[in-house]
């Protein structure tokens, strides 16, 4: 199983940036599988974000709550994190992860599946 971050970059603080988690590997299907977005930003320990478990019912932390919103495309096997109102806070490399079972939930630990990050930079 392969996770493939994308979307990151440099936003003014207020703006939004839409990350792109494309899984692959015949062995998981979203439709089945829960995902993550969770970040770590420097000198800091992970931080999850957002989850959507197998049915497509949503957990967000209430650190990014009415802000950031976690959906998928199950035809494309992709996950994707909406973030809007940026602020310079959110700053960090965002990973996703996958979970064969589908519980979803927000401990990063659950997921035994993880991709490399891709990097948002926050500029107040």
């Known amino acids: 199983v392969q996770l493939q971050a994308s979307g990151g970059g440099l936003v003014q603080a207020g703006g939004s940036l839409r990350l792109s988690c494309v899984v692959s590997?015949?062995?998981?299907?979203?439709?089945?599988?829960?995902m993550l977005w969770f970040r770590q930003a420097p000198g800091k320990g992970r931080e999850s974000v957002a989850a959507i478990n197998w049915r497509g019912g949503t957990y967000t932390a209430d650190s990014v709550k009415g802000r950031f919103a976690i959906s998928r495309d199950t035809a494309k096997n992709t996950v994707y994190l909406q973030m809007n109102s940026l602020k310079p806070e959110d700053a960090a490399v965002y990973y996703c992860?996958?979970?064969?079972?589908?519980?979803?939930?927000?401990?990063?630990?659950?997921?035994?599946?993880r991709g490399q990050g891709t990097l948002v930079t926050v500029s107040s």
């Open positions: 992860a996958a979970d064969r079972s589908g519980r979803g939930g927000l401990a990063i630990s659950a997921y035994e599946y």
């Open positions: 590997g015949r062995t998981f299907d979203i439709n089945t599988g829960g």
